[in-house]
């Protein structure tokens, strides 16, 4: 028997509604596979949390994390109660870099069953490959001077060894897909990291010669997400640059709602932590209507990541099966409620 341990952060808002609906797929995954095993460790780390003790997490958090064979997160942030960057930095942000989890894969392509905004989409199949861990979210800087002169200073970290690595990453995904990366820049107007950025880019895919290559500003690249997706295989992007354009491939696809997202750790130290793209959307919290997709694809791309592909396949297969059956929540054009989503998908597992 093969047991996986999961440590839960549900986290705040919808990751409360979210997270246990993907844990009960999981379930299913578990019996129907029949070797498989998931036991799983509840942490109520969250926004309350920080209300009552100060702190996101305790001080020993995350050792409580580091036996965990991957973390399992739903959404933090809940600015009602914690100012945002406090909620993140404290617990999210914090588990991605003192894990090294360094980059964060994020694929946007068409589900069958679920309808693109897009006027005329053609089949689109992109995986975002973001760095995680420096680039624009650096905690270099602060304010220089106070008053009506007040100068604040954010510092980009750009490393070597952080874009090589993320570069190198995009790479070898496109050599097992279909040969294509994108670099997203801004070398027109950033001068000093985004030239740096290019410079390693072009160095790096002189040892992938099969692999085809093009840069784009991201800007353009943000427009040509809309205008022609389906020309995209893998992108790869700075931290900001990734975040953004991952909203945007969420929206190309149907909704915020149903993109997955994996924070890889590469160096075997410290487990990956996987989270939908969206966040705890407290405008819907507490309403049973939230998406569930995005959460359960994200087991999906968790269950890949242990190396259980067929599962992982299986899975998607249910969710598109369960979208053409037409059980959908509302962002996507449904009136179904969160649990009815999830008893469609693990209704179509048990039909496999
Ligand atoms: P958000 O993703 O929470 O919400 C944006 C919009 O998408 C909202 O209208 C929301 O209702 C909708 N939405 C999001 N997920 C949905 C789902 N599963 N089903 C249906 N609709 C969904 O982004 P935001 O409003 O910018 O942020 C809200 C809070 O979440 C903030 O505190 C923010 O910092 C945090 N956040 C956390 C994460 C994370 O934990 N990874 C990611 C993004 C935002
Ligand atoms: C995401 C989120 C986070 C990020 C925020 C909440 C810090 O937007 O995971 O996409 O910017 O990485
Ligand atoms: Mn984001």
Redesign the pocket.
């Known amino acids: 028997m093969k047991q996986m341990e999961l440590a839960v952060i549900p986290?705040?808002?919808?990751?409360k509604e979210?997270v246990p609906e993907a844990l009960r797929v999981l379930d299913v995954i578990a019996e129907i596979h029949g070797g498989l095993k998931f036991s799983s460790t509840h942490h109520p780390w969250s926004s309350e949390y920080y209300v009552e003790h100060g702190e996101m997490m305790p001080k020993d958090g995350l050792s409580q994390l580091t036996q965990s064979d991957a973390v399992f997160?739903?959404?933090?942030?809940?600015?009602a109660l914690v100012a945002?960057h406090i909620?993140?930095g404290g617990l999210?942000l914090k588990i991605r870099r003192e894990f090294e989890q360094v980059i964060n894969i994020r694929p946007a392509k068409q589900l069958k069953g679920i309808v693109s905004p897009l006027a005329n989409p053609r089949d689109f199949d992109i995986m975002i490959v973001r760095e995680n861990s420096e680039g624009e979210y650096s905690s270099i800087g602060g304010s220089v001077h106070s008053g009506e002169d007040e100068i604040v200073i954010q510092n980009a970290v750009f490393t070597k060894k952080g874009v090589s690595r993320v570069i190198q990453y995009a790479f070898e995904l496109a050599q097992q897909r279909s040969g294509r990366v994108t670099s997203a820049t801004k070398s027109n107007g950033i001068v000093h990291s985004m030239p740096f950025w290019d410079e390693v880019f072009k160095e790096v895919s002189t040892n992938y010669k099969n692999v085809q290559t093009n840069s784009e500003h991201i800007d353009a690249l943000s427009a040509f997400f809309i205008t022609k997706p389906q020309t995209m295989d893998v992108v790869v992007a700075s931290n900001l640059f990734g975040d953004i354009l991952s909203d945007i491939g969420a929206a190309i696809m149907g909704?915020?709602?149903?993109a997955p997202a994996g924070n890889i750790n590469l160096n075997g130290k410290y487990p990956s932590m996987f989270?939908?793209?969206?966040?705890?959307?407290?405008?819907?919290f507490g309403k049973g209507?939230?998406?569930?997709?995005?959460?359960i694809w994200t087991a999906k791309m968790m269950l890949d990541h242990f190396g259980e592909l067929e599962m992982g396949t299986l899975l998607l297969e249910a969710i598109e099966s369960s979208m053409q059956s037409g059980i959908k929540?509302?962002?996507i054009g449904g009136s179904s409620s969160t649990s009815e989503v999830t008893d469609e998908i693990i209704a179509n597992l048990r039909n496999k």
């Open positions: 986290g705040d808002g919808i990751g979210v997160l739903g959404a933090v942030g809940d600015p945002d909620s993140l999210l909704s915020i709602g149903i989270e939908p793209v969206h966040g705890s959307a407290p405008d819907i209507i939230a998406n569930p997709i995005g959460q929540t509302a962002d």
